[in-house]
């Protein structure tokens, strides 16, 4: 079962995902979720909690680089488990990897333009 917390900050939504993403329920509901985030700038998919990542998974995150290209977004992906980033290896190349610094960056660039902003 996959669960699915969203936090935004500005423009900038993390998608924090626990659990396993292994059928198509918990793909599409991937895919549900991160492309209602179609008015942000950039979409970071937190895979910290991601305990394994199969066939449908990975095909949904085949697709989410190309929505998120079209749309204009940057999606990012945070913190995958060596089990995920196994699974990954043969579609890593399509996504970029931000490290812990990199997301600090991230946040502290969008609140200070969110501050400016209000």
Not at 85 to 90: A, C, N, P, R, V
Request: aromatic fraction near 6%.
């Amino acid at each position: 079962m996959l669960k699915v917390v969203i936090e935004k900050i500005g423009e900038l939504a993390v998608v924090e995902c626990r659990g396993r993403i292994v059928k198509s329920e918990a793909a599409f509901k991937l895919r549900k979720v991160v492309t209602s985030l179609g008015d942000t700038r950039i979409i970071v998919l937190d895979l910290s909690e991601v305990t394994a990542i199969e066939a449908d998974g990975l095909s949904m995150l085949l697709f989410l680089p190309q929505w998120a290209y079209e749309h204009g977004i940057q999606l990012k992906l945070f913190n995958p488990t060596t089990s995920v980033l196994d699974s990954l290896e043969l579609v890593i190349r399509r996504f970029d990897i931000v490290s812990l610094h990199e997301m600090l960056a991230l946040l502290a660039n969008t609140d200070s333009r969110f501050t400016l902003a209000a």
